[in-house]
């Protein structure tokens, strides 16, 4: 038992190693969109006299763009750390044969990946929440306060999982020539329909929207951190997201964990 | 699933590699191929073993089985007595391979590549460094330490892929046509290693295709073609238990029909085959055949541009088991 948990560990010092070495290219991608997105949307709009606001008077739009831009940086990242680095060693190389090799049960080597990937997630989140909280125009500022702690470091660790089991998920079942297509078939429609720029229950004019919406796992992540990290907009009842963070992410897991298996055992 | 198996079979006794009736059918909703059919396979420890087969004979997918990253459609692979199937995680601790393809890790160093090797492998932190270290020298490869893998020529990853493998000391060495697509320097080089690790004792698998190559590292070779192995033996013994032939060719300036015909009937030879102007010849002894065949071609009138006589080898082995050429 213990030679696994050592194969587990040297699993993971190799990817830090990797994620070492590339950091100032894992900062760029990071931080890069959330940067853009808050300097538009936080600072030239209300500079120059647009406006929005999510739903709610009396809130800055900035206050609905936190929460939704730290689970967009969480997603994104579990994706593009997990997926994308699986996709090239399915491709044109084989490499990840030699870890497939390594003595555990295959499973404990994408395990690895997902712990790997949402540990990147939580340090993005990390990298990006300063950003988001700070870039802004004069009195544009967002209103934060964490109530309950516990709450807000279980939506954010399941939120973590989900997006890296989702990561591993997408890197075994796509097929590596339609990698291009990717971000336009997934990343961006699940970005722009994940509750990130308005919140869940604003959607109620749109009914059918509001539930077709309930299938992309960025709300809840989104809903999860909103209501933690800005209870006072209107988020989705807490049972309902940790349901579906917790669930899902068990559930993604194990079904991703299957995915990876058949992919390199043939 | 996790742990080793509670009962470990007695090393001393077991055969170190083991295939019985080992089977694997790839299927797809088109087609299914039968890649290897019915094959077993017995290899002693401390032998140098050669899987000797065409391309598609089913060489990958045997080793593929054995290594765990292959599931066996019928039969059994044992590895050190440990079923491949329940005991994979055991397997692997136990075995060194060197795919067919490049798998190198392109994120890492050369040195990188090994160290993190011996660390899947639970190799001490100190004592993978050492052995990264020690195998870079014994390798050739010390000055490319911190070379970016992708950097290296097809030679030195070769050799990088083999140094690798041997990090955690396996006790079962595999490797997948290791000299496939390189310099013939480089080929010479890798026999020498590999000579060096059969001398210290290494229980090898290797897979080729090139007839040189299994005659000069293998032990035994077991020649397989469609999956099925077609005949087992030393590279000696093949070679006269399979009553192989000289092979006597003869490129002829003109129509080599009539010489083919007359040749067929000259004592000493066995069968004639022809491909345009090439006339093959399969003799039962050397002396003097390629000189009656070029008086014959003479007095026929018929211009010898070119003979030759090449004694037993695997390459007439496999002509004579397979009626197929062999390409490489
Ligand atoms: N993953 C796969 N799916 C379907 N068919 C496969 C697969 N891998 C191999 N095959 C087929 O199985 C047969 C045996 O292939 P294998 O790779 O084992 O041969 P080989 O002896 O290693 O050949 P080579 O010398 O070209 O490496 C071939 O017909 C091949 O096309
Ligand atoms: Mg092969």
């Known amino acids: 038992m213990s030679a696994e948990v050592g194969t587990f560990f040297a699993l993971v010092a190799r990817d830090l190693r990797v994620l070492r070495r590339q950091f100032g290219q894992f900062l760029v991608r990071t931080i890069m969109q959330p940067l853009l997105f808050v300097f538009v949307f936080a600072y030239v709009f209300p500079k120059i006299g647009q406006g929005f606001h999510g739903g709610s008077t009396g809130v800055s739009f900035t206050t609905v763009l936190v929460p939704g831009l730290i689970a967009v940086a969480i997603n994104f990242q579990g994706i593009q750390a997990v997926a994308l680095p699986l996709v090239q060693e399915f491709s044109f190389s084989k490499e990840i044969e030699d870890r497939v090799l390594a003595p555990v049960p295959v499973w404990v080597v994408g395990l690895e990946k997902i712990a790997v990937g949402a540990a990147q997630s939580l340090l993005a989140a990390g990298v990006v929440f300063p950003i988001v909280y700070l870039v802004h125009a004069h009195g544009a500022a967002p209103s934060l306060h964490i109530h309950d702690p516990l709450l807000f470091a279980i939506a954010l660790v399941f939120a973590c999982v989900l997006a890296a089991a989702l990561g591993l998920f997408i890197g075994t079942v796509i097929d590596p020539r339609k990698i291009p297509l990717l971000f336009a078939v997934v990343v961006i429609p699940i970005t722009f329909l994940g509750c990130v720029y308005y919140p869940w229950a604003t959607l109620t004019p749109i009914p059918w929207l509001k539930v077709l919406v309930l299938l992309n796992p960025l709300v809840y992540m989104t809903e999860g951190l909103r209501a933690s990290l800005t209870p006072e907009l209107p988020h989705m009842p807490v049972w309902a997201f940790m349901l579906a963070l917790v669930g899902g992410s068990t559930a993604l897991t194990i079904v991703s964990l299957r995915t990876f298996t058949r992919r390199v055992v043939t | ?328």
Request: charged share 25%.
């Open chain 2, 1 to 328: 699933m996790i742990g080793e198996p509670a009962i470990i079979p007695s090393a001393a006794t077991e055969s170190p590699i083991r295939a019985e009736q080992l089977r694997k059918v790839y299927g797809s909703r088109h087609e299914t191929v039968i890649a290897v059919d019915g094959l077993d396979l017995e290899v002693r420890r401390g032998e140098f073993f050669g899987l000797l087969g065409p391309n598609g004979a089913g060489k990958s997918t045997t080793i593929g089985m054995l290594t765990t990253i292959v599931v066996p459609t019928g039969g059994r692979a044992l590895i050190a007595g440990l079923d491949v199937r329940h005991h994979a995680a055991a397997v692997k601790r136990r075995i060194g391979v060197v795919s067919q393809a490049n798998t190198l890790d392109r994120s890492l160093t050369v040195w990188e590549n090994l160290y993190y090797h011996g660390r899947f492998f639970g190799v001490p932190r100190r004592r993978a460094r050492l052995r990264a270290d020690e195998l870079l020298e014994q390798f050739a490869l010390s000055e490319r330490a911190q070379s970016m893998v992708f950097q290296l020529s097809g030679g030195l990853a070769q050799r990088l892929m083999i140094a690798r493998a041997l990090v955690h000391e396996p006790e079962v060495l595999f490797l997948d046509e290791p000299t496939s697509g390189i310099d013939p320097q480089s080929r010479i080089n890798l026999w020498r290693i590999l000579g060096d690790l059969h001398e210290a004792g290494q229980t090898t698998l290797l897979t080729t295709h090139n007839m040189d190559e299994a005659d000069k590292l293998c032990e035994r070779i077991a020649i397989i073609d469609n999956g099925k192995a077609l005949a087992l033996g030393s590279p000696t013994e093949l070679k006269q238990t399979l009553g192989a032939d000289t092979l006597i060719t003869l490129t002829i300036d003109g129509e080599p029909a009539p010489l083919a015909e007359r040749a067929a009937a000259l004592a000493g030879v066995r069968a004639v085959e022809r491909e345009g102007q090439l006339v093959r010849v399969f003799a039962t002894r050397s002396e003097g055949v390629l000189a009656k065949l070029v008086e014959t071609a003479t007095s026929l009138g018929l211009h010898v541009r070119d003979a030759a006589s090449h004694p037993p080898s695997l390459e007439t082995v496999f002509l004579t088991l397979t009626g197929r050429e062999y390409r490489e």
